[in-house]
C-alpha cells in the first residue's frame, strides 16, 4: 500500500513539475478605441500599486474580447486607481494575436466565438 501511494505521489509530481514556455506576440493597443466593439469585459481584484507614483494607489487587470464582424479579438490591460477608486486610469493596454496562440499550442478550428470562462 505505502508503494502504491509513494507511485501514485511520484507521478503527480512529475506531472505538475512539466510546464510549456511560450512566447506570445502582442500588439500596442493603446491608442485604440475598442469600446464599441466590446462583448466580455472582466475586472480582476484591486491590489495596492507596487509603485512610489503616490497617485497610483490600486491596480487590476482587465481581459476585453471585442468583435469586430466575425473575428474575435483579445485584449489584455491594466488599469490603476487613485486615491478612494478615483483617477482611474487604463495603461498597459495590450491585444494578443490569437492566431500565434492557436499556433503555438497546435488548437483546431476558427479563432471566432471566443468565451472567457
Do not use: C
Not at 500596442?28 to 466590446?38: E, L, Q, S, V
Not at 481584484?45 to 497610483?56: F, G, I, M, P, Y
Not at 487604463?90 to 492557436?102: Q, Y
Amino acid at each position: 500500500m505505502r508503494i502504491l501511494l509513494v507511485l501514485l505521489l511520484l507521478l503527480m509530481t512529475i506531472s505538475v513539475s512539466y510546464s510549456q514556455e511560450k512566447t506570445i506576440p502582442t500588439t500596442d493597443n493603446f491608442n485604440k478605441n475598442y469600446y464599441p466593439d466590446i462583448t466580455f469585459l472582466s475586472e480582476g481584484e484591486s491590489h495596492r500599486a507596487t509603485t512610489k507614483n503616490r497617485a497610483e494607489i490600486e491596480t487590476a487587470f482587465r481581459v476585453i474580447i471585442t468583435t469586430s464582424e466575425i473575428y474575435d479579438n483579445l485584449v489584455v490591460g491594466k488599469a490603476t486607481y487613485g486615491a478612494e477608486g478615483g483617477h482611474k486610469t487604463l495603461t498597459h493596454i495590450k491585444k494578443i494575436e490569437l492566431e500565434a496562440v492557436w499556433e503555438a499550442y497546435k488548437l483546431t478550428g476558427e479563432t471566432a466565438g471566443l468565451e472567457f470562462i
